[in-house]
């Protein structure tokens, strides 16, 4: 929450009954009601961020403010048949593949799919009374994913582009710059780590979930070191032959079920894409799916 003019509100959280009281009740405490926010500026188009933002919308005629290249997901309007025929070329049978689907619809209900908003790019500056909010692109978790930079206060809204606890998990999308295609979560995700590097700098990062960063330069080794177990392990398992998506899951997250299994997927799936990009991995497209191979070391 930005409490200076005009009232602009960062991420809405889901639509639940609980997200709306503690947000009413959060603004009370300044007093204030869900009727003064002017803005709602949201990090990407995940249920859990931008849920509640059209119905505070409708509360307080406030303006909302996206990613354009979340367009399809703050519409809800994520691609099953997608989804359907990369699951099954990575080797899941149609009972998982179901069942994934399932799940994925399943929390469509902690979200209002937004109707009118600002779409931003990145390189935007919204000006405040004598303030500012300027606008990064940062994709990875999502397509669209923006991170919000106040200078004048030093403080960066990062969504969940940068978390302190959790290792930020992109979950897969269709690429909204090349339809058909699954979006390259983890090779775009290090480009925006990469950038960070140069506007982070001293800035405290307010996270999508839970404590602040207040180190970047400090925690980026530690994302760097966890993503390079990821990887170690996934060359690990290649090491032992060509593999499925699949097949990667079931070694390296053998007890995940349902919406679990959409995670594992999109984890493994996003890294491979990346070690191909980085041409670690080979993908060897077979008739009914794929495997990836792994690359001699140069
Ligand atoms: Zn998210």
Redesign the pocket.
């Known amino acids: 929450m930005i409490l200076r003019d005009p009232i602009t509100l960062v991420d809405s959280g889901p639509l639940t009954r609980e997200a709306w009281e503690v947000l009413g009740a959060g603004l009370k405490g300044f007093g204030l009601a869900i009727s003064d926010v002017k803005r709602v500026l949201l990090t990407?188009g995940?249920h859990?961020?931008y849920g509640l933002a059209e119905k505070v919308a409708d509360a307080s005629g406030a303006m909302l403010f996206g990613g354009r290249l979340d367009r399809k997901n703050f519409r809800q309007e994520r691609s099953r048949k997608l989804l359907l025929h990369d699951m099954s070329r990575s080797g899941f049978g149609l009972v998982s593949r179901l069942a994934v689907v399932a799940a994925v619809a399943g929390v469509d209900h902690f979200a209002k799919p937004l109707e009118n908003w600002d779409e931003l790019s990145g390189g935007e500056t919204l000006e405040g009374d004598d303030w500012s909010v300027v606008v990064r692109s940062t994709p990875g978790?999502?397509p669209g994913s923006l991170t919000f930079e106040i200078p004048e206060a030093g403080v960066l809204f990062t969504?969940?582009t940068v978390l302190k606890e959790i290792t930020p998990n992109a979950v897969v999308d269709e690429d909204p710059e090349e339809p058909g295609h699954p979006f390259r979560s983890v090779t775009r995700y290090f480009e925006t780590l990469d950038a960070l590097d140069l506007s982070a700098g001293n800035a405290t990062l307010l996270t999508?979930h839970g404590a602040p960063v207040l180190d970047w330069v400090a925690h980026r080794k530690t994302l760097d070191r966890r993503y390079g177990l990821r990887i170690g392990q996934i060359e690990r398992e290649l090491a032992k032959g060509p593999a499925t998506v699949r097949d990667l899951v079931a070694a390296i997250f053998p007890r995940v079920k349902t919406l679990n299994v959409f995670l594992a997927y999109s984890e493994i799936l996003g890294f491979l894409m990346y070690l191909v990009d980085a041409e670690r991995v080979e993908k060897l497209v077979e008739r009914t799916r794929d495997r990836y191979r792994l690359l001699p070391a140069a």
Do not use: L
């Open positions: 990407h995940h859990d961020h978790h999502t969504g969940d999508g």
